[in-house]
């Protein structure tokens, strides 16, 4: 098991190196953007929600998100890197509904069943603890409230290579996860579950 403070730096330090190019163009940084893009466009969010993104990056998604219902409701962003949250503030700041903050997933300083919906696009990976992540995601969702895990899983031979190619290069990276283990940890927390499938990547569902 990796020392938590060291995978935590780790991440860090990858993420706030990160930041200050993130919003540049680039094959990897166009990914992600059009990932956020997907994931949000898929979403059925109504006026006056509460929506979160965990793992927001610069705060694309979270504004996104927001636009689809002109900026009524509360549209939340947390990323464990200060400077891409500080990224997101420059970016996005001058909206008063929209609010970005500095946490780890495990422990988000936000109130219980409080989001309408939560997304995370593409950091599911790197969570050391992917348990006790889904765990905190149950606590801040409503009764009847969605999550939506949008990352790479490991349902093929070539994803599980992958997989271990990644962590020959990527020290932050734990592991990709198989829709059937995806499946176990949800029901573990309490939420049911079912997916979504676009292109390369899955959708991973969990209703409260």
């Known amino acids: 098991m990796k020392n938590?403070?060291?995978h935590i730096r780790q991440n860090k330090q990858r993420w706030d190196k990160w930041a200050?190019?993130?919003?540049?163009?680039g094959w990897i940084n166009n990914r992600l953007r059009n990932d956020q893009t997907k994931i949000v466009s898929l979403?059925?969010?109504k006026e006056n929600l509460n929506f979160l993104d965990i793992g927001c990056g610069t705060g694309l998604a979270v504004e996104l998100a927001a636009k689809?219902?002109?900026f009524k409701g509360q549209f939340y962003g947390i990323d464990l890197s200060e400077k891409m949250i500080e990224r997101a503030k420059i970016n996005f700041g001058d909206k008063n509904n929209l609010h970005f903050i500095q946490a780890n997933v495990e422990s988000i300083p936000l109130d219980d069943n409080f989001f309408d919906i939560i997304i995370c696009t593409n950091s599911f990976h790197h969570y050391l603890h992917?348990?006790?992540?889904?765990?905190?995601?149950?606590r801040l969702l409503k009764k009847g409230g969605t999550v939506y895990i949008f990352d790479s899983t490991a349902d093929n031979l070539i994803m599980k290579i992958g997989d271990k190619i990644i962590k020959l290069f990527e020290p932050a990276h734990v592991k990709l996860y198989s829709t059937k283990e995806f499946m176990q940890m949800?029901?573990?927390v309490g939420l049911k579950y079912s997916k979504i499938s676009p292109k390369l990547n899955e959708i991973h569902v969990g209703e409260k």
């Open 43 to 45: 979403l059925d969010i």
């Open 68 to 70: 689809k219902v002109n």
């Open 186 to 188: 949800f029901e573990n």
């Open 4 to 6: 938590e403070e060291k």
């Open 130 to 138: 992917p348990d006790k992540s889904l765990k905190e995601m149950h």
């Open 20 to 25: 200050p190019s993130y919003d540049d163009k």
